[in-house]
């Protein structure tokens, strides 16, 4: 195995501006770095998550990857921080900063780093503003929400967003976020547990569905988290396209089975057998090694499980590398030290 690069992972610049005093409004995150190495994120004065400086310290996560034999990082923000919610301005603001960041990053360690950026999907004009811009700073791709705002991602209005994506010949990540009904299951962190792979299955679904994927084949989408529960629930959502098509097939009429082995979707199930499931459907090839780290729920021993698994050394090195430089249009060159 020549190289292996870990797809999914997210980072946070050490500083972030105090958005709320800038723009005079809102519970933007911000940064209490109350001891060494961990900081509190908080969202005006409430507690949101506690970090460590692996979240932002890039020469600290290069060491730890070292652990794990793995030399590269596909790098994006957290979630939290995409701010869909901010007035378009002040989003594409905080966009430019966080994306001039992972730029950086990448500048300085381009064989340890490769970027994605975030775009304000709030505002159209903004996002392919900001989408060309990534372009131009060396991002190889795009992370988005599971929804805008509650807004499904088949809206019409979001249709010029994946032309220019197409054109620009970009990937894309999409991670769960904001979380349908998370104010009402609140208790057992239901919203991480239960809501995040609904959220991922309700954008696939919505792709497929209002026909984006089909307007749009070209487009390199990669679903988080092994595509939440839209790979296992598939038998469900078919026969409900074959059952009701007068609900389900209204703006596209392709079996939504179809479109399995056309997506990328990463490698963390943290199982087994839902992995070999998984494999079987997608085929290994258009599965990706995705840990989500440095994040608790991630597989933060970076694909040790897949190790372990008793696969054929080539399915195992497409996970771990060639299925990811497919979908980054990147070749293996680009890399090697």
């Known amino acids: 195995m020549s190289l292996k690069i ?3 992972t997210h980072i946070i610049p050490k500083e972030l501006p105090d958005w709320s005093a800038r723009f005079g409004y809102g519970t933007f995150i911000h940064l209490d770095h109350h001891r060494p190495g961990y900081a509190r994120m908080m969202q005006g004065d409430k507690f949101f998550r506690e970090i460590e400086s692996n979240c932002w310290d890039e020469i600290l ?6 652990q794990y034999h793995t030399q590269v990082q596909v790098v994006c923000t957290i979630p939290v921080l995409f701010s ?5 301005q002040d989003g594409l603001t905080i966009s430019r900063y966080l994306n001039d960041h992972i730029a ?3 500048r300085n360690h381009p064989k340890h780093y490769i970027g994605l950026g975030t775009i304000p999907m709030q505002d159209t004009d903004l996002a392919i503003k900001e989408l060309e811009r990534c372009k131009t700073i060396g991002m190889k791709g795009i992370q988005i929400g599971s929804n805008v705002n509650q807004k499904n991602l088949s809206e019409s209005e979001f249709n010029p967003i994946w032309a220019a994506i197409e054109a620009l010949d ?29 959220e991922t299955a309700r954008a696939m ?12 084949p070209n487009i390199r989408f990669n679903f988080a988290h092994a595509g939440g529960s839209f790979i296992p629930t598939i038998g469900r959502i078919e026969h409900g396209f074959h059952c009701r098509p007068d609900l389900v097939a209204i703006d596209n009429p392709v079996n939504p089975r179809e479109y399995i082995g056309k997506f990328w979707v990463d490698s963390a199930t943290h199982d087994d057998e839902l992995f070999k499931y998984v494999l079987a459907q997608q085929g290994s090839k258009k599965i990706t090694l995705g840990t989500d780290y ?9 694909g040790k499980f897949i190790e372990e698994m008793g696969l054929e050394k080539s399915i195992v090195d497409d996970i771990f590398c060639h299925s990811t430089l497919e979908w ?9 030290i």
């Open 84 to 88: 869909y919610w901010a007035k378009p």
């Open 294 to 302: 440095p994040f608790p729920l991630g597989d933060l021993e970076v």
């Open 6 to 8: 870990d797809m999914h």
């Open 104 to 106: 950086e990053v990448v």
């Open 205 to 216: 679904c919505s792709l497929i569905f209002g026909g984006v994927m089909e307007r749009h």
């Open 328 to 336: 980054l249009k990147m070749d293996i060159s680009e890399l090697m």
């Open 61 to 66: 996560r290069i060491d730890e990857y070292a």
């Open 170 to 198: 970009m990937a894309v990540l999409v991670h769960p976020w904001e979380m349908m009904g998370q104010d009402d299951m609140k208790k057992y962190w239901l919203p991480w547990l239960v809501g995040m792979p609904a």
